[in-house]
């Protein structure tokens, strides 16, 4: 019902987390093919919930064959089966891996500081009781600029998009704490909802914890949904925003100008809403144009106000979203916990710490290699990684002084790994040498 019943949510949960010590060996490789650099951190702890590990039957296989498997299993529908496919929209950074990550209760999805660390769609499959949910976990949504400046992959102009194809529902989420972008819904997200717009659409508020005036949470959420929720108006009015001056300092006349000027642009986008007839046979720029004026969307079924980081508030929309399933036969075996092989796993787990640690553009050129992979009988998961650097100054920028990057890199890797295959995970990392290629 009414978009207020969120405001309970504001008040957020602190929560302690565990410290685990680790154990990480890196090294740089030289020509001649001793280690000119090792160093061991700490001292190795196996996996400390080995019994839950064993009783439970969802796991991410440790090799790619049961992968495939997997992914090609008939699905095991109980008697009554219910399935929601979830599309996970937003632009860079605003915390969609993360939180696809806290619903799932489980780090499926690769999360960074930087911007533009999903370069691709992600599968997590969330399996509750007699209900199967199928989040897909899609890029940044960029334009065209952005991809020509950052040298991105045109497959990210598109991702986004065809993952809504299959969905049923789509999770829009949105940062509150970027004070450039959290009053207006950006028009590439607008465009998308309007295509789809058959499709129900909820308003996912996250970072509210970066939010000192909780009640500003409420007018943003009025803004950005014009008021409407669930298709019930609300009685707040839309808040006007006038480039942050206080509206004491505004002139009378200026603020009832800007105003209705305002008034007149929202109006004039939802008349071209209201006089579409068949939006999917618009061009881009035809949606676009449609959008353009307007500042929030007002068909949200429902709005949650979230700080995924913090996991508060995920909770609520967990119980939601499968609440929202619908009778239909499962999609996956209940096996199954994500579409992604598990050596890319790896590898995106290492990419996602080279991109937290070291600066500038250099992670983006960066790609670690898989040169060691076994299993032992006891369940250890050995792994040994290489990275390639162009020159002696890329080296010392990964090793950091005295190794203390690198050694940060691996032990937040093989810590991440552990938790995403919930097996014991011993990695080691080498830093090559340029002179040995």
């Known amino acids: 019902g009414s978009i ?15 410290s685990t010590r680790l154990f990480c060996s890196v090294s740089i490789k030289q020509p001649n093919g001793n280690c000119g650099y090792s160093s061991d951190v700490g001292s190795y702890e196996p996996y400390d919930n080995q019994n839950e590990r064993r009783s439970s039957v969802r796991s991410i296989p440790l090799n790619s064959e049961l992968h495939e498997v997997l992914m090609h299993s008939k699905p095991d529908n109980p008697p009554i089966s219910k399935l929601t496919q979830v ?25 960074s500081k930087k911007v533009h660390t999903t370069r691709k769609n992600c599968r997590a499959i969330l399996v509750e009781d007699d209900t199967q949910i199928v989040f897909l976990d899609t890029p940044g949504l960029i334009g065209k600029k952005e991809m020509q400046r950052h040298k991105l992959e045109k497959s990210l102009l598109v991702d986004p998009e065809n993952s809504l194809i299959d969905s049923n529902l789509l999770l829009y989420v949105h940062d509150v704490s970027c004070k450039r972008t959290r009053w207006k819904i950006d028009p590439k997200v607008l465009k998308l909802l309007y295509k789809y717009q058959e499709k129900e659409a909820v308003l996912v508020l996250n970072k509210i914890d970066l939010i000192r005036d909780k009640l500003r949470i409420l007018d943003l959420t009025d803004e950005l949904t014009e008021g409407v929720v669930g298709g019930i108006e609300s009685n707040k009015s839309t808040r006007l ?7 004491s300092e505004v002139d009378k006349e200026e603020l009832f100008k800007k105003m209705e000027d305002e008034k007149e642009k929202s109006v004039a986008g939802i008349k071209r809403l209201e006089e579409a007839v068949d939006h999917k046979n618009l061009s881009d720029d035809e949606l676009f144009e449609r959008v353009k004026d307007l500042k929030g969307w007002r068909n949200f079924s429902s709005v ?3 700080s995924a980081l913090e996991d508060d508030g995920v909770d609520d929309l967990r119980e939601y979203l ?4 619908k009778p239909s036969p499962w999609r996956y075996s209940s096996s199954l916990v994500t579409d992604i092989d598990p050596k890319e796993i790896v590898l995106q787990t290492v990419k996602e ?7 500038m553009e250099l992670p983006y050129v960066i790609s670690p290699r898989i040169e060691f992979w076994d299993v032992s009988p006891s369940g250890l998961l050995s792994l040994v990684l290489s990275l390639r650097p162009k020159s002696k100054h890329w080296v010392k920028l990964i090793v950091g002084s005295g190794g203390a990057r690198i050694k940060q890199i691996s032990q937040e890797a093989e810590q991440d790994l552990r938790n995403t295959f919930r097996y014991d995970v011993r990695l080691k990392i080498i830093v090559e040498d340029p002179k040995s290629k």
């Not at 710490?353 to 070291?358: I, N, P, R, S, V």
């Open 4 to 18: 207020f019943k969120m405001a309970t949510c504001l008040n957020l949960i602190c929560k302690l987390k565990k």
């Open 87 to 111: 599309s996970i929209l937003g632009l860079p950074n605003a915390g969609k891996s993360t939180l696809a990550n806290q619903i799932m209760k489980w780090k499926i999805c690769t999360v």
């Open 241 to 247: 925003t006038l480039k942050r001056k206080k509206r």
């Open 304 to 306: 949650f106000m979230v």
């Open 322 to 325: 499968v609440k929202s399933a």
């Open 353 to 359: 710490k080279l991109l937290d640690h070291l600066p």
